[in-house]
């Protein structure tokens, strides 16, 4: 296993999925009974999928956006805010979810990078902003006054996410890297382990079952629930006691 010095110049990127959300009452999309198992990925989380049914589309996104105003952060989102706020040295959380709860919790270097449920994006005047509430087909946008043209500002499948470039520079100068509560399955979110790795990065995945076992992607894997692992590693980070 590699080893690494925990110190005042320790860079720390973490990426987090659904599972972390998962005990704050918000579904995953692959586990049994995710959200994956109820709806088609190509008609509610791809642009063409918008542009054959809109209506079916919005539907899909209200009702996410109503569920996540209400969800309450959990332990482990309130662990990383203050691993944040602790940390002497960089520190950046890039997060898959689109629900909010990280802002919930405090944290401030985030980057949403699969977009988020409180934004709209115009495809008529190509602005993105903040957006309360449903949306509908009938929308008008605040930027440009245009009705009907809004979508939710969420990246679907087959579009570029958000901030890669800073990510990619980011991961690049990681000295740690943490994945928490994803399957590991949507790219390029998947390879950023890779990229932290060449990076000379130790790779810790903290997961209620370890996702790519045997892959040799990551040093240390430690299963549990979000909830308790996170808190806990988090803990002993800030103790200066190495993973
Ligand atoms: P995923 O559903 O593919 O994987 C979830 C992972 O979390 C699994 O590996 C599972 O073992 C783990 N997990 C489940 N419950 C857990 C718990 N309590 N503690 C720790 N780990 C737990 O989700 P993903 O990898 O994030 O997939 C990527 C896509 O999912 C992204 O595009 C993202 O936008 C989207 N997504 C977001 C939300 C949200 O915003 N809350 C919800 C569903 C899906």
């Known amino acids: 296993m590699r080893d690494i010095e925990i110190s005042a110049a320790t860079s720390i990127v973490v990426l ?7 005990e704050s009452g918000l579904d995953t999309f692959r586990d049994a009974g995710g959200i994956w198992a109820r ?7 791809t642009p063409e999928g918008f542009r054959r049914n809109p209506p079916l589309v919005h539907d899909f996104y209200n009702e996410q956006r109503r569920e996540a105003a209400i969800a309450r952060p959990n332990p482990a989102h309130v662990a990383l805010a203050e691993l944040e706020k602790a940390w002497p ?15 919930k919790a405090g944290s401030k270097a985030l980057f949403h990078m699969h977009g988020t449920l409180d934004g709209f994006l115009c495809e008529a005047c190509g602005k993105r902003g903040p957006w309360k509430g449903d949306m509908s087909s009938a ?3 605040p930027l440009c006054g245009t009705k009907g043209a809004l979508r939710p500002d969420i990246v679907w499948f087959g579009e570029m996410p958000y901030h890669m470039p800073e990510i990619y520079r980011a991961l690049g100068e990681a000295d740690l890297f ?3 509560g994803t399957s590991g399955t949507v790219y390029p979110a998947a390879d950023f382990v890779r990229e932290a790795r060449q990076a000379g990065a130790l790779t810790v995945e903290l ?7 045997g892959h040799g992607l990551f040093d240390i894997e430690i299963e ?5 692992c996170v808190p806990a590693f988090v803990h002993d980070l800030l103790k200066g006691r190495r993973p």
């Open 178 to 180: 943490l994945s928490i």
């Open 16 to 22: 987090t999925g659904a599972g972390i959300s998962q």
């Open 39 to 45: 709806y088609d990925i190509d008609d509610v989380a």
């Open 139 to 141: 929308s008008i946008c």
């Open 224 to 228: 549990g629930k979000a909830s308790e």
């Open 207 to 213: 997961n209620l079952e370890a996702s790519r076992r």
């Open 89 to 103: 040295g960089r520190f950046l959380l890039v997060t898959q979810n689109i629900d909010g709860l990280h802002e």
